[in-house]
């Protein structure tokens, strides 16, 4: 009598476990559904560029590093080794690579001087000319260097620029230095610049004390 009375114990506490296990697993899957219900996943494409626009500036001649720089022309001097004026070229080149413009981009030219604090005040010993394809840069008018839309992966824009320095007083500091420094960016019509847009290049001008 024992004996069966344990092993109808025994059959209760198993079909309690399984109707808790059953429940359980409706209890799981009811969450599951709820949770799918409030929660979706969508996966969708990104297209990426195979390549990107690149601007360059190349120097194409000068004479800034074969001569020195002298504030008055003198007759008889060596003229292989000294200039009243120095002249350098530069070319500026943007490969829109393919990529599609929204507005056309405007070529901006910034200058400085750098003495190597070796006199002060350089803009007042010198005359500066910068011209863009043959016509004098004014930066309230900057020359258009790409236009709107896509281009030819083939295609590509250049401008060409002639720097003209000349001195018009003698430095009397002994041993002076001059770097010209050139800014070179793209910008748009407002002047707004764009990151990894802007080339610098720096000149040096040999002086005379």
Not at 21 to 47: D, H, M, W
Not at 155 to 170: A, G
Not at 182 to 191: K, N, P, W
Request: glycine letters at 6%; aromatic letters at 10%.
């Amino acid at each position: 009598m024992k004996n069966k009375k344990q092993k109808i114990q025994t059959k209760n506490k198993i079909f309690t476990t399984l109707v808790v296990f059953i429940c359980s697993l409706f209890v799981l899957g009811s969450l599951v559904a709820i949770t799918n219900y409030f929660s979706k996943r969508k996966t969708e494409p990104i297209q990426l560029a195979n390549e990107i626009p690149t601007f360059e500036v190349e120097r194409t001649g000068g004479n800034n590093t074969e001569k020195t720089l002298l504030p008055i022309p003198i007759p008889n001097l060596n003229k292989n080794k000294y200039a009243h004026l120095i002249t350098i070229d530069h070319k500026a080149i943007f490969y829109p690579n393919g990529i599609e413009l929204g507005e056309p981009l405007y070529l901006k030219i910034a200058t400085r001087y750098d003495t190597h604090n070796t006199f002060a005040k350089p803009e007042q010993f010198f005359n500066l000319s910068i011209k863009v394809a043959g016509v004098e840069y004014n930066d309230a008018t900057r020359p258009k260097m790409a236009e709107k839309g896509k281009i030819d992966p083939t295609h590509f824009y250049f401008c060409n620029i002639k720097i003209s320095i000349e001195q018009r007083d003698l430095i009397t500091n002994k041993n002076p230095k001059l770097d010209l420094i050139i800014d070179y960016e793209l910008v748009d019509a407002q002047g707004n610049g764009f990151g990894g847009g802007s080339q610098t290049i720096e000149n040096k001008i040999v002086q005379t004390a």
